[in-house]
Antibody
Framework: QITLKESGPTLVKPTQTLTLTCTFS??????????VGWIRQPPGKALEWLAL???????RYSSSLRSRLTITKGASRDQVVLTMSKMSPVDTATYFC?????????????????WGRGILVIVSS | DIMMTQSPLSLPVTPGEPASISCRSS???????????LNWYLQKPGQSPQLLIY???NRVSGAPDRFSGSGSGTDFTLKISRVEAEDVGVYYC?????????FGPGTKVDIK
């Protein structure tokens, strides 16, 4: 069974850097050909994909937020870390991490099939 | 980036009646392998999104068979054959063909 859990600060000040950790179980990001991604959702608004890191350390980012985002595999093999710099109130959102399965060329999936519960991050002075 | 649009944005439904949501992408979502890389998610109130349909028409294990997906290229549809009360929430389509992945604005389904 795959589980993911987001952790980090729930309140950050404008201009600060946000660091979120996704701790997962039920799969390996070193031996399973999968990925972990981050998606956010401002209160009452739509989902927005942020970043993804594959098992082979290939990293992908949102076009609009690329300059502010860094996704890395954590020091612990069961963690992925997302940092977002220069936080502002518009970045207030629930941040989700998710397990992404690309499948294979002939048996593709390319979906987020498991999500964490999310963590609400408020940006305010 | 591939832009995703959905219609309607709000859909009041009557239990037992069918419902349909449309999703359109700004570029074709057809992969070289012939599949359309379009996913459907349902976010129930207060919950994380859950996968319903992948590759445009494949229902994920555990999703009720009243849900079906169709379409290819740039035009897709999610149908609920007979809406149940537990189907309320916001439905999102997602471009899964290429990064940056993009979501539609969501369609809020509630009971009339």
């Amino acid at each position: 069974q795959i589980t993911l859990k987001e952790s980090g600060p729930t309140l950050v000040k404008p201009t600060q850097t946000l660091t979120l950790t996704c701790t997962f179980s039920g799969f390996s990001l070193t031996t399973d050909k999968v990925a972990v991604g981050w998606i956010r959702q401002p209160p009452g608004k739509a989902l927005e994909w942020l970043a993804l890191v594959y098992w082979d350390d290939d990293k992908r980012y949102s076009s609009s937020l690329r300059s502010r985002l860094t996704i890395t595999k954590g020091a612990s093999r069961d963690q992925v870390v997302l940092t977002m710099s220069k936080m502002s109130p518009v970045d207030t959102a629930t941040y989700f991490c998710g397990h992404f399965d690309p499948g294979t060329y002939y048996r593709p999936f390319n979906y987020f099939d498991s999500w964490g519960r999310g963590i609400l991050v408020i940006v305010s002075s | 980036d591939i832009m995703m649009t959905q219609s309607p944005l709000s859909l009041p439904v009557t239990p037992g009646e069918p419902a349909s949501i449309s999703c359109r992408s700004s570029q074709s979502l057809i992969h070289t392998n012939g599949h359309s890389y379009l996913n459907w998610y349902l976010q129930k109130p207060g919950q994380s999104p859950q996968l319903l349909i992948y590759l445009g028409l494949n229902r994920v294990s555990g999703a009720p068979d009243r849900f079906s997906g169709s379409g290819s290229g740039t035009d897709f549809t999610l149908k609920i054959s007979r809406v149940e009360a537990e189907d309320v929430g916001v439905y999102y389509c997602m471009n899964a063909l290429q990064t940056p992945f993009t979501f539609g604005p969501g369609t809020k389904v509630d009971i009339k």
